[in-house]
């Protein structure tokens, strides 16, 4: 009996999107052009980047590839690379990273644990040389909060504090407030 499967991939990528939206609106439109560093990409690209970073799982695991290396790989990135390069304003990416998240999230809770089983070779040489489906799947999730640290690190640069850390500060406040003491300063 598996306690994790669609159902509760779905419901883990809902909750690290939802945030990344938060990130993507607390960030004003004119710092949407902000680069970290020369060669990173700007706030815009690299939401952008979010908003399309589950079409390759959705296709890999909707057309149940089971070999990496059929794949056209350079072609693959080519498509990705149009897709993001599509969206330019803030309302389009808001737009991206909700439909397909939706679409996303949709998908996952339709996988049967049979699917999320089977298991897809990686390119020669790689080690390990199999992964489950499952396996494979948490890695959108996972590059989506890569990215998205990358994104709050940038909000604390141009003078936004991230909505975790305003949360946290306000459950703080409450609960000082509750005992008498005083809310430790805000870092």
């Not at 990344?20 to 560093?37: G, L, S």
């Not at 890999?60 to 690379?81: C, S, T, W, Y």
């Amino acid at each position: 009996m598996n306690y994790y499967g669609g159902k509760e991939l779905a419901a883990a990528f809902r909750t690290v999107r939802k945030n990344t939206i938060q990130v993507a609106q607390d960030i004003p439109e004119n710092r949407y052009d902000f680069k970290a560093a020369p060669e990173s990409r700007t706030v815009a690209q690299t939401l952008a980047h979010i908003a399309c970073g589950t079409n390759f799982a959705q296709y890999l695991h909707g057309e149940r590839v089971d070999n990496l290396a059929k794949l056209n790989f350079p072609e693959i990135m080519q498509k990705a690379a149009a897709d993001e390069a599509k969206l330019r304003t803030k309302p389009e990416i808001l737009a991206a990273l909700q439909t397909n998240g939706d679409k996303f999230a949709k998908f996952l809770e339709s996988l049967p644990d049979s699917v999320l089983a089977e298991t897809v070779a990686m390119p020669p040489g790689a080690d390990p040389a199999t992964k489950t489906r499952f396996e494979m799947l948490l890695s959108p999730k996972e590059h989506e909060m890569h990215h998205r640290g990358q994104l709050m690190t940038i909000q604390r640069i141009v003078g936004v504090v991230p909505h975790l850390t305003r949360q946290r500060q306000e459950q703080m406040a409450r609960a000082t407030a509750g005992n008498g003491q005083q809310a430790p300063a805000a870092r």
